[in-house]
C-alpha cells in the first residue's frame, strides 16, 4: 500500500495513524504505517519529553510524528487565568447541577484534571514543539489549521514536512498558501473537530484543488477497502484515528468507556460543540445531550467551553458514570466490536485494500462483476 508520499517518508504502508497514546503511535510506526502522536494534552513539557523518549525506545527507528493544535494568528499575553476569567457564572452553574444531577463525585483532594484543553494556546503549542523539534519526527500536524508560518519555517529547516488538516477546498487552498507540505481531507464522518462536507465528496475536491500537494483522506475510514476508495479518489495515503482506540495498546482509563465504543453503532456519534465550543463528533451521551438541549445555557465558544468542563470530564472519567461518559470518535466506531493490537488492524487494512485492489483490477480487465 505505497504512494509517492510513504516513499517520501521511507514508510511501508500510506496509513497514517493519529493517536494520544505513545505506545499505540510507536506500534504503528513498527508495523509499518506512520504514527502520529497528538501533544494537546501535554501542559508540561517534561511529560512530552518523557512520551517522546518512550517513543525512541519503542519505535524500532521507524519514522513518527507529532500533531498540535495551534492557532494561525499569533496572540500575545493571554494566560489560562485570564480566558477562565471569562467563562459565565451561568455556565459553571450548569456544570455544578448537571453533575450533581447524575451523582457524579468530586476528585480526590489534591487531585488535579487530568483532562484540559490547553495546547491550543500560542506559548503551550510553542513549548511543545522546543521539545519536538529535539527528536527526529518527520511530520509535525496542526489540526487548527495552518500553523505561523515561523513555525513551517523553523520545521522545514529540519526536514519536518508539515501537514494541517482541512474541511473544505478553499481551506485547503489557504493551507497551500501558506507553505504547508501536505493536506489532511478531513470529512463530516471522522471523529473530534470537523467541518460539513463528507469524505467521499471532500477528498476528490481537495485533491484537485491544491494539486500537486499530496493529500491525505480522513474520515469514515476504517478498512482497507475504504484505504482503496480514499487512493482511487486522488488521496496519496488515509489519516486514522478512531480505529486504534479499542486497540490493545491504547491505555483507555476507563473500561467502562472501551465497552461502550465497542458496542456503539456508526449512528451513536453526534456533531456537539459539548467538549471544546467547536463542532467535534464524538459518543452521543447524555452529556452531550444537556449542552445540545436549547433549554440549557448553551455551549461556550472554544477555548472557553474546553476550559468549562475539564473538571467535569476528569471526574466522569474517572468514576466511570456511563450515562455521561464518552470520547471522540467518529462514524467508523460501527465497525470497532472487537480489542485487536495495532499489528491485526495493520494486517486487516492492507489485505482488505489488496481485495479491492484485485476486484477493481478484475472489473478493469474483464468488465465483469468481481
Known sequence: MQTE????????????GFTPFPAVAAAISRAGGFGVLGAVRYTAPDDLKRDLDWIEAHVGGRPYGLDVVMPAKKVEGVTEADVEAMIPAEHRKFVTDTLAKYGVPELAAGEAS????????????????????????RLLANALGSPPADVVDRAHG?????????????HARKHQEAGIDIVVAQGYEAGGHT????????????VEAVAPLPVLAAGGIGSGEQAAAALALGAQGVWLG?????????????PALRRKLLAAGSGDTVRSRALTGKPARQLRTEWTEAWDDPDGPG?????????????????IQKHEVEPLLGT????????????RSVQAVLDDLTRGFERAVDRLGRIAGRGEPA
Open 195 to 206: 467541518g460539513q462536507i463528507a469524505t467521499m465528496v471532500l477528498t476528490p475536491e481537495v
Open 328 to 339: 471522540p470518535v467518529g462514524q467508523i466506531v460501527g465497525r470497532m466490536t472487537s480489542t
Open 114 to 137: 487530568g483532562w484540559r484543553i490547553t495546547g491550543w494556546m500560542e506559548q503551550v503549542a510553542r513549548t511543545q514543539l522546543d521539545v519536538a523539534f529535539d527528536y527526529p519526527i
Open 242 to 254: 478512531s480505529v486504534w482506540l479499542t486497540t490493545t495498546e491504547a491505555d483507555l482509563a476507563s
Open 158 to 170: 529540519r526536514d519536518v514536512l508539515v501537514a494541517a488538516l482541512a474541511g473544505s477546498a478553499r
Open 5 to 16: 508520499l510513504s516513499k517520501t517518508l521511507g514508510v511501508e504502508h500510506a496509513v497514517f
Open 299 to 315: 455551549t461556550l465558544p472554544m477555548p472557553l467551553q474546553g476550559l468549562l468542563v475539564a473538571e467535569a470530564v476528569s471526574r
